[in-house]
Structures are given as C-alpha cells and as structure tokens.
C-alpha cells in the first residue's frame, strides 16, 4: 500500500504561483506513473500533468508552459510548480499514483490510477 499526502495549495491573485507537494509513504515500485489532477465544482476531473519513473513529463495544453511537474527521487515527492496562474485554474488538485507504464492516451485518465492523495485546494483571484 502506498500512502500520498498533499502539501501546498492556498489562494492567490492572478498571474501569481503556487507550488504543490505529493510525499508518498510505503513501498514504491520501480516502474510507475504519477500525475497531477484537477477538480473544480462541478465538473469532472481532469489531468493536469504526469511523469513516470523514466522522467517523461505530459501536460494539458491548458497548462502547458505554465505548470511544471518534477520529482525528488530521494524523498519520494512528487511537485507540481504553478505559474501565470489563471481564475480557471481554481479546483482541488489531486495527486495521484500507480504502477507500471501507462500508455500515453490514458494518462489523464483517473480511472487508472489506483492511489490518491487527500486533495488542496487552489484559489485564483481576478
């Protein structure tokens, strides 16, 4: 079992930047994906970004340039750096993990991953 706790979020005015942490705790396999989702009220959520255990970054072209997502090998946390932030950008971000290579059209997909951190929220002003 894998345990993720977010860190990070809050509220900021347009054009400012956050940066959101993922810490995960328990056994990490050497082959996986971990991405970053998004939620706002009434809506589904949706992918933001995702790396996997080779490196490979993938972003949604509505954050693409702006966000950035990394990862500390040694501390097992994965990071997701948020500039130019926009009012539409405001939702609950979630972390999210699971093992083994996805194929790239289901990287933004939840269905396929497995662990989830608890979720901080995000709050862009105009």
């Known amino acids: 079992q894998v345990q993720l706790v977010q860190s990070g979020g809050g509220s900021v005015q347009s054009g400012g930047s956050l940066r959101l942490s993922c810490a995960a705790f328990?056994?990490?396999?050497?082959?996986?994906?971990m991405g970053w989702f998004r939620q706002a009220p009434g809506k589904e959520r949706e992918g933001v970004a995702a790396?996997?255990?080779?490196?490979?970054?993938s972003y949604a072209d509505t954050v693409k340039g702006r966000f950035t997502i990394s990862q500390d090998n040694a501390k097992n946390t994965l990071y997701l750096q948020m500039n130019s932030l926009k009012p539409e950008d405001t939702a609950m971000y979630y972390c999210?993990?699971?093992?083994?290579?996805?194929?790239?059209?289901?990287?933004?997909?939840?269905?396929?991953?497995?662990?989830w951190g608890q979720g901080t929220q995000v709050t862009v002003s105009s």
């Open positions: 999210a993990a699971d093992w083994g290579p996805l194929d790239n059209r289901l990287l933004f997909s939840p269905r396929e991953y497995n662990y």
């Open positions: 328990g056994y990490i396999y050497s082959s996986y994906c």
């Open positions: 790396i996997d255990s080779d490196g490979s970054t």
